[in-house]
Nanobody, 121 residues
Framework: QVQLVESGGGLVQPGGSLRLSCAAS????????MRWYRQAPGKERELVAD???????NYADSVKGRFTISRDNAKNTVWLQLNSLKPEDTAVYYC???????????????WGQGTQVTVSS
């Protein structure tokens, strides 16, 4: 059973920083792309950033220059560093990854349970 578990959310003032973590556990042969999504109240879930197993990254325009995604393939972990936070960054942040549980399995898409980030003074 593959699980993605996020941590690191919380309440922060505008201009502050947070670091989100997401660890994949269970039967894992290989992880391809790892992603962070977010969903604000009343809005659709949106892709924030993604990173390939080789370290290639992409960011939503709204977070470029403020957020940084990174990963450790040996630890099956992805991080999202959130700097210069704004009230509009308030959302539930979700980890997502394409994981092959065993060598004979196809890649499957998995979601974490989400972690709340609230930016408010």
């Amino acid at each position: 059973q593959v699980q993605l578990v996020e941590s690191g959310g919380g309440l922060v003032q505008p201009g502050g920083s947070l670091r989100l973590s997401c660890a994949a556990s269970g039967s894992i042969s290989r992880i391809n792309v790892m992603r962070w999504y977010r969903q604000a109240p009343g809005k659709e879930r949106e892709l924030v950033a993604d990173i390939t197993s080789g370290g290639g990254t992409n960011y939503a325009d709204s977070v470029k220059g403020r957020f940084t995604i990174s990963r450790d393939n040996a630890k099956n972990t992805v991080w999202l560093q959130l700097n210069s936070l704004k009230p509009e960054d308030t959302a539930v942040y979700y980890c997502n990854a394409d994981i092959r549980p065993s060598f004979s399995d196809p890649f499957r898409n998995y979601w974490g349970q989400g972690t709340q980030v609230t930016v408010s003074s």
